[in-house]
Each structure stands twice: as structure tokens, then as C-alpha cells.
């Protein structure tokens, strides 16, 4: 087993500016409904939202699991947590989830809630830490003997525009190569089940969660700009760290634009998405 200490340490390259959370609040409104069908609560449950950052889809699993529940999300950046307990408080659900601040690899958790929920979950998380396997483990030993541990996260290489805007593929590698250098991993979600049963759980069920459209489809814009969005927050460290020089990436990023606006544009794109239940 390699030493942590060996591995860098990781940054998360979105960042927590306001534009970036305006971005994060669209996905979730683009991605919730899929992601807690695939889940299939069965009501009342104790819930465990590892890295729930602004807390929508935590505050999603609150009213899914309806009376009796008790959810719990855990987010490590302090700008993040201020904007989900103010999302909370706008709409009235303050008191439906508790937030707290915490590491995903150090969850904040009392003795007593060790052990005690029935879903651990976490969404864009493992992409983002040096230790995904680490992540996982705290996760399986949150949850109580046949309790389910769910993992949603990306493999970057799963995508696909057409007609694929000339530079695309030079300017989405740039963005991938970014995670490594970052101490992040790029590819995780092809990982999640075996991290899983590396972690000690018993892995019964992957899937997609499909995240594209057309351009005549009613979320095409939203999913086109999320792409875009992700990839100017992206251009400082790309640029930075020599990957691409600024003429390319700004004449790139105006071409994807561009594409953005064509009637027959399409994106294919999906999340990666594991379960596994804990026997011992």
C-alpha cells in the first residue's frame, strides 16, 4: 500500500467564486432528478451527503425521505457552506438537513452516529481529493450493517460533441490534465466500484446517469453553457501550467461558443454511478 504522504496534495479547481456557484446551483437543477431516481430512497431513512456543497440535492434527499429522516451533509469549503445555509434559509427548509463543515477524509461525525445511517452518499467528490479510497472506507463505516453506500463522479473521458468543434479535443485534454498536476484524478468514475469493494463493501449495482442534450432540447443551453462555464474556470491553471498557450485556449473556447449556437449541435455525456452495501 503506498504512503499518503506520497501523494500530492490536491486543490479543487472550480474554485467558490460567485460565477462558479451560479454554475454548481444549474447543475444541481440539471442533474437532481436523475441522480435520486438511481438512488431509490424508500422513505425515512438516516442519510449521510459526503461533500454537499450547496446543499441543494442534500435538502433533495430531506424531502425524499420524508418524515422520520434524518440527514446530515458534510462540506469542507467554508464559502460553499455559508451559501447552502443561506439557500436553506431562503426557501424555508433550514431545519431539514444538518450542515455541517468537515473533510471528506475526516468526516465529523459523534461516536454514536458511526455505524448508524442508512445511505452514505457523495457526488463530485472523489475526483477532487488525494485519497478517493480513503473517502470511501469512512463512508462504508458510517453506515450500519446493510446500509448503502452510493458514489456519483465523473470519468472525463466520456464525452462527445458533434459536429466536434475544431480544437475541442486539444482544449478538454488541457482541462483533464489539469487533475493529475492538481493531486486529483480525472478518471475516478470508472473506478467506483472497485473502490468499493476495496474499501470492504460488496458493489451490487453500477449505471450511467446521462447528462447531453440537442440543441433543440429543452436543457441544451443549460448543459452547453455548464461545459463552457467549466472550461473558463479551468483557463487560469491550464494556462499557468503551460498545457496550452493563451491564443489557443481563447480561440478554442470561441469555437465551442460558437458550436454552442448550431441548430444541429449535440453532447453526449454521462456520470458514473455505483452502489455497494456494507456486510461486516
Not at 186 to 204: F, I, W
Request: charged letters at 25%.
Amino acid at each position: 500500500m503506498s504512503d499518503p504522504t506520497d501523494v500530492p496534495a490536491s486543490s479543487y479547481i472550480h474554485g467558490t467564486a460567485a460565477t462558479e456557484q451560479h454554475r454548481l446551483s444549474k447543475l444541481n437543477d440539471l442533474i437532481n432528478e436523475a441522480s435520486l431516481r438511481e438512488l431509490r430512497l424508500r422513505g425515512g431513512e438516516n442519510i449521510l451527503d459526503v461533500g454537499s456543497g450547496l446543499g441543494q440535492f442534500t435538502r433533495v434527499l430531506a424531502r425524499a425521505a420524508g418524515p422520520g429522516a434524518r440527514v446530515v451533509g458534510i462540506e469542507k469549503d467554508a464559502q460553499q457552506l455559508a451559501e447552502a445555509v443561506r439557500q436553506a434559509r431562503a426557501s424555508g427548509e433550514e431545519s431539514l438537513v444538518d450542515l455541517r463543515s468537515g473533510d471528506a477524509l475526516a468526516l465529523p461525525l459523534r461516536t454514536e452516529e458511526w455505524g448508524d445511517f442508512d445511505v452514505a452518499h457523495a457526488r463530485f467528490v472523489l475526483e477532487h481529493v488525494r485519497d478517493p479510497l480513503g473517502v470511501v472506507r469512512s463512508m462504508v463505516r458510517a453506515v450500519k450493517f446493510g446500509g448503502r453506500i452510493v458514489l456519483e463522479d465523473d470519468d472525463h473521458e466520456v464525452i462527445r460533441l458533434w459536429p466536434e468543434p475544431p480544437g475541442f479535443a486539444l482544449l478538454w485534454h488541457a482541462y483533464i490534465r489539469t487533475y493529475d498536476r492538481l493531486g486529483n484524478d480525472a478518471y475516478v468514475g470508472r473506478r467506483l466500484v472497485s473502490l468499493l469493494h476495496e474499501a470492504g463493501a460488496v458493489p451490487v449495482r453500477n449505471a450511467w446517469i446521462f447528462f447531453g442534450d440537442c440543441a433543440s432540447g429543452r436543457s441544451f443551453d443549460a448543459v452547453a453553457q455548464n461545459m463552457i462555464g467549466i472550461l473558463q474556470g479551468a483557463r487560469a491553471t491550464i494556462l499557468a501550467q503551460g498545457i496550452l498557450d493563451r491564443a489557443y485556449f481563447d480561440g478554442a473556447l470561441e469555437t465551442l461558443d460558437a458550436w454552442a449556437r448550431r441548430p444541429d449541435a449535440a453532447l453526449w455525456y454521462a456520470i458514473c454511478w455505483a452502489e455497494g452495501i456494507r456486510q461486516s
